[in-house]
């Protein structure tokens, strides 16, 4: 049967086996997707491994995903301005890295939640791997404005700068921030710092958030709690990170197996089976 896995350290309460058997089921393919919790020191062996058991390909989650975009021969164009991948595609003529977070967050932002990013204005909190991955996506879907805000602005400079000339092409502009100074208001605020992992509160300010704003948060559950909470006292429309997660999965899904899943329904069942 075909195998592929999800790897990444810490992977126990990874959904993506789950996401990835319902996808299968409700497209009639017959997969096998498990998680391998993989030392630190050992993601190049355990690639290897896979591919040697036959495995077709994998996701990568933290820590991994910097050293998966490295360890490819082939990737796309936007794994290359990410820097990092969370999708390894096994080929004959070597392994293929993409990454398919931002997709899976603009798909989440748009078909899901019904907001059309042409135009808008949006905030990007955070200017480490998980907004690496999807700066260059929200770009191609020509949003008005982009402002890259972190708590170390030099990340934020270097990043926007690598991603100047996509921003150009798509008529995008994209400027960077310290977090304290962003102060006007934004159509879509989406966090993607580590930061309501640690319990720190919300590093910004209220006044980013338009009236009826939408404010995502990629991360979800208890992780996710805070800042839904700090958008919903500020009359935005709050949304955390499962719809991306899925959205990922399905783009992911696309590519390995050419047909693609109806996230929204296994968006909607996986959010009962959490409730
Ligand atoms: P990831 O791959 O999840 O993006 P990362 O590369 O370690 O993880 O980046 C974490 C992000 O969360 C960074 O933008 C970090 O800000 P710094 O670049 O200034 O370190 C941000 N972050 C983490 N804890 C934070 C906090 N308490 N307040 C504000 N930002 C925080």
Not at 130 to 148: F, H, M, Q, Y
Not at 242 to 253: H, K, S, Y
Request: aromatic residues 6%; glycine residues 10%; hydrophobic residues 45%.
């Amino acid at each position: 049967m075909d195998r592929y896995c999800v790897m990444g350290n810490p992977v126990e309460h990874s959904k993506s086996p789950w996401i990835h058997a319902r996808f299968a089921e409700l497209t009639g393919h017959s997969l096998q997707y498990g998680k391998r919790l993989v030392p630190l020191d050992g993601f190049a062996q355990a690639v290897t491994d896979l591919r040697a058991e036959g495995g077709l390909g994998c996701n990568i989650t933290v820590p991994f995903k910097f050293e998966a975009a490295r360890l490819a021969q082939h990737e796309s164009a936007r794994a290359r301005l990410a820097g990092a991948s969370n999708f390894l595609l096994f080929r004959s003529d070597g392994i293929f890295a993409d990454n398919t977070d931002g997709a899976g967050l603009v798909n989440d932002i748009q078909a899901n939640a019904g907001v059309a990013l042409a135009g808008r204005d949006v905030l990007l909190i955070g200017a480490g791997g998980a907004s690496a991955g999807v700066l260059g996506p929200l770009i191609e879907a020509k949003v008005g404005r982009i402002t890259v805000a972190n708590r170390t602005p030099d990340k934020a400079r270097a990043l926007v700068e690598r991603h100047a000339a996509l921003a150009r092409q798509h008529g995008v502009q994209v400027d960077s921030s310290e977090l304290a100074a962003v102060q006007s208001p934004y159509d879509v605020v989406v966090n993607a710092t580590a930061s309501s992992l640690s319990g720190a509160g919300v590093p910004v300010s209220p006044l980013v958030l338009k009236p009826g704003a939408l404010a995502l948060d990629m991360m979800y559950g208890p992780a996710a709690a805070g800042f839904m909470d700090w958008a919903r006292a500020h009359q935005a429309v709050p949304r955390d990170g499962l719809g991306m997660l899925v959205e990922q999965a399905a783009e992911a899904f696309l590519l390995w197996r050419g047909v693609r899943p109806p996230s929204a329904q296994v968006l909607a069942e996986l959010r009962a089976t959490l409730a």
